[in-house]
């Protein structure tokens, strides 16, 4: 089975505090992703990455950096967090081809103060 | 679907009865379509997923239907159980890579005994 985990399932952080969510995978997928999840809305793309190093955009980039230096490991940045950022991240994972199954991991709810 | 709202849609259903969820997706050349299932406090887990060639595809207990015509996708389940209670929410592909997905906001599902 495939196993996506993140870092913490629960954080509280202070406005202007650096935010790090570590997401790690252990199915070798090539590509990642960070999303976030707010009631009502459906996940809302922040970064993907499809290879080590190298990342994209999604939908709402703004505020959020990412890193992706080994290629089990994703990490989603808040630099400065705000309380507009308070919400619930999910890292998923996939293969490059074939399914375009994600597997998600259980989420970060991360509330900012 | 893309349909944004505050308020999540809820269907309950009795336990044994068959439940059918509904979603609007928004691109007309969308061609690649899937349903998860998110439980409370856990990562969405993928359901069963259809291409636009087809109209209809089953998995055990699962049934889901596309309708191209009217942009409507849904998720029949067959004798729900109340392990069946969670969030249920289709995603649409936007991208010929798999990287990009549209997800809805989601159905609850609540099954009464």
């Known amino acids: 089975d495939v196993k996506v985990t993140q870092s913490s399932r629960y954080l509280v952080k202070r406005t202007g505090e650096k935010v790090f969510l570590e997401c790690v995978q252990d199915m070798d997928h090539e590509n990642m992703f960070w999303y976030r999840q707010d009631p009502g809305l459906g996940l809302r793309l922040i970064y993907f990455s499809y290879d080590v190093k190298m990342k994209e955009k999604g939908d709402i980039p703004e505020g959020y950096s990412v890193s992706r230096e080994k290629k089990e490991r994703f990490s989603l940045i808040l630099e400065s967090a705000s309380t507009n950022q308070t919400s619930m991240y999910l890292c998923?994972?996939?293969?490059?081809?074939?399914?375009?199954?994600?597997?998600f991991g259980p989420g970060t709810r991360l509330t900012v103060l | 679907g893309e349909s944004v709202g505050l308020h999540l849609p809820t269907l309950s259903v009795q336990e044994g009865d068959n439940s059918i969820i509904n979603c609007a997706y928004s691109?007309?050349?969308?061609?690649?379509f899937i349903w998860y299932k998110q439980e409370s406090g856990k990562g969405p887990q993928f359901i069963i997923d259809i291409r636009s060639n087809m109209d209809k595809r089953q998995g055990q207990r699962v049934t889901v239907l596309l309708n191209k015509t009217v942009k409507h996708l849904s998720l029949q389940i067959a004798a729900t159980q109340p392990g069946d209670s969670a969030v249920y929410f289709c995603a649409e592909r936007t991208d010929n890579y798999g990287q990009n997905f549209v997800f809805g906001p989601g159905t609850r599902l609540s099954v009464l005994p």
């Open positions: 998923a994972s996939r293969r490059p081809s074939g399914s375009y199954t994600q597997y």
């Open positions: 691109n007309s050349a969308s061609d690649y």
